[in-house]
Every structure is written in C-alpha cells, then in structure tokens.
C-alpha cells in the first residue's frame, strides 16, 4: 500500500531564515507530487506540482521554490521567510486517471 | 473565473442527525468533483470522486450528489458521528490537471 509522509509536523522559524519540508512517498512509482498552503480560514492553494524528476510547475509567485530530487521525494524550500509563509502546508500524491489526490499529514509552519 | 463555494460556512448538529452540505461552482469544462473530509490538524481524506456522468455515489454514510446541469453537488450525511466532525471541502477539476479547492463548511457534531 502507498504512504506518504511529511517532515516536520510543525515549524516555528524567524524571520529570515531558510526553509526545508520534505515530502516522501512509498508504495509507487512515478507519481504526480504536489505542494499546497492552507492558510487559516482559506482554502487550499496550489503551490507547486510535479510529473517526474527534476519537473516542477509552479502555480503562483512566491517566495518558495520546490524540487524533485528523487521520483519520490519533494522538497519545499525557502531562502529566506516571510511572515506570510506562514500556514498549513500539504504535500500530495496522485495517479491514474481520473486522479485521487492523497494528502500526507501536514506541516505547520509558523513564521514570527 | 472558475470558482468553487460551498455552504453553509459552518455546521452544528446533534449527534445522530442527518445534514446536508452545499457545493456550487463555475469550472468550465468540468471533469470531475471531489469531496474531502479534513479533520482538524490533518491532511485531506477522499470521500468520492464523481464524473460527468455519475450523479450519485455513496461511501458508507455519505452520499454525494452531482448536477452537472445546473453545477451544483450535496454530500449528505446520515446518522451523525462524533467523528464526522471536520471540515468538509469541495472540489472540481476541469480539463487540466489542477484542482480547484472550495473553503470547505465546518462540521460540528455534538453529543
């Protein structure tokens, strides 16, 4: 069976300082990846989605980048963070068609 | 613009009660429409997938609905649980791969 995991489950970061939240999945091969935001009150936003290694599709401008360094791990990344970074963020994975996405558990992330 | 809104915004029923939940949306051409349930703190879990052609599917106590006429779908759901409180979010896809996330009505079931 497939799984997905998510590191760290929270986050409280300054200011300034660089980001990293990894996102791994197990039990397939080739999946569609993606990274959403959940800010409080709002709706999920699409922050980044990914068909294969090294493929990344961004969806807004922002302050975030993203990267597949393997077919199954994604990783969202940040120079430096802003107090808006702040939110729920979503790692997800999908295949076949029509496509169900499963959603890993989360990472809070708190920017002060 | 495509666009998901679903109501009410927020929900309270007595543990044991039926309720129903509201989703409209704008998306053109349209695929198919999700429903999720997302407990607090958590990812988003799938509850149904429907098509153009399905305008009913049922999972366990919950039973979406889809008009694709009118772009309207319910998720009902009988027989409340403690553990059906969460919040429930809506969402279509059109003819990309992205999904357009609705802002989701917060259930509360009390005993």
């Known amino acids: 069976s497939q799984t997905i995991h998510q590191w760290p489950a929270t986050l409280v970061q300054p200011v300034g300082s660089p980001l990293s939240l990894e996102c791994t999945v197990e039990?397939?091969?080739?999946?569609?990846l993606y990274w959403y935001r959940q800010a409080a009150g709002r709706g999920l936003q699409l922050l980044f989605y990914?068909?294969?290694?090294?493929?990344i599709s961004s969806e807004v401008p922002q302050n975030l980048s993203a990267s597949r360094p393997q077919d199954r791990q994604f990783i969202l990344s940040s120079k430096k963070l802003l107090l808006s970074d702040s939110g729920f963020y979503l790692c997800?994975?999908?295949?076949?068609?029509?496509?169900?996405?499963?959603f890993g558990p989360g990472t809070r992330l708190l920017v002060l | 613009k495509n666009q998901v809104e679903q109501s009410p915004q927020s929900l309270i029923i007595l543990e044991g009660k039926n309720c129903t939940l509201q989703c409209n949306y704008t998306v053109s051409p349209f695929s198919n429409l999700r429903w999720y349930k997302q407990d607090t703190g958590r990812g988003p879990v799938s509850l149904t997938i429907?098509?153009?052609?399905?305008n009913t599917k049922s999972n366990g106590r919950y039973t979406a609905t889809l008009d694709a006429d009118t772009k309207q779908s319910s998720l009902h759901i009988t027989a409340s649980q403690l553990s059906d409180s969460a919040s429930y979010i809506c969402v279509v896809q059109g003819n990309t791969d992205k999904l357009i996330f609705g802002t989701g009505t917060r259930l509360q079931v009390f005993p």
């Open positions: 039990g397939t091969s080739n999946p569609n």
């Open positions: 997800a994975w999908s295949w076949g068609a029509p496509e169900t996405q499963y």
């Open positions: 990914s068909v294969g290694i090294g493929q």
């Open positions: 429907m098509t153009f052609s399905e």
